[in-house]
């Protein structure tokens, strides 16, 4: 990840009030959806869109906001 994405995702991570173990989660969590196939649109590399990490985060912490 580039260093503009992982602002990006701490920010998602800061939306929803995520903590420091949970933040790192999401991380793991991302690069293992990546690895499965279900990729970002965002670009090439296959990196989430803002809305994409937003519906992510809802995923991983299973909460619907």
Do not use: H, P
């Amino acid at each position: 990840m580039a260093k503009a994405d992982i602002a990006q995702v701490n920010a998602a991570a800061r939306e929803f009030r995520m903590t420091r173990e949970e933040r790192i989660g999401f991380g793991v969590y991302l690069e293992e959806c990546k690895a499965a196939g279900v990729r970002g649109s965002k670009n090439a590399r296959g990196d989430f869109t803002w809305d994409e990490l937003l519906e992510k985060a809802r995923e991983y912490l299973g909460r619907d906001r």
